[in-house]
């Protein structure tokens, strides 16, 4: 018995900026819609606590780390975005960040914003021109 037929729409898992840099998995300018529901620098580990139903169930798993650091991934971010060897960041994106590193400093804001400016650059690629973007 054959399976349904696809639509053509995907669900991926993962970091999402491999995923959007892969460019056999997304096409520039192929997309109709990106869902992204950032972390937002809370400072809090998050768990995902799995639940039996009718028992008493105290298994849990960290989900995600919501906490910023200046680090070796911040560190080559600014510098893939100070470089642009790629061309693949507008003049502003350079020079925003540029700012914010003179203001903040390299503490974990920056870091933070550092690896949002990287994603939203990658979404602002895949997504169809005529598509109107939320933030």
């Known amino acids: 018995m054959a399976g349904p037929k696809s639509n053509g729409n995907k ?4 970091d999402n900026l491999d995923i959007l840099r892969d460019k056999r998995k ?3 300018e192929s997309v109709d819609l990106c869902y992204i529901d950032p972390p937002f620098n809370s400072k809090r580990n998050y768990n995902q606590i799995y639940n039996r139903v009718g028992k008493e169930d105290r298994a849990q798993a960290q989900a995600f780390i919501d906490t910023w ?3 070796d991934r911040a560190i080559a971010g600014y510098d893939e975005i100070l470089s642009n060897a790629q061309g693949r960041f507008k003049p502003q994106v350079v020079e925003l960040i540029k700012g914010l590193h003179a203001v903040l400093g390299e503490e974990s804001l920056l870091a933070y914003l550092i ?3 990287l ?3 990658e979404i602002h690629r895949v997504l169809k021109p005529e598509l109107a973007r939320f933030v």
């Open 26 to 28: 997304i096409k520039d």
């Open 119 to 121: 994603r939203i650059t």
């Open 115 to 117: 690896s949002m400016a």
């Open 69 to 71: 650091v200046w680090d």
């Open 11 to 14: 669900l991926f898992y993962g």
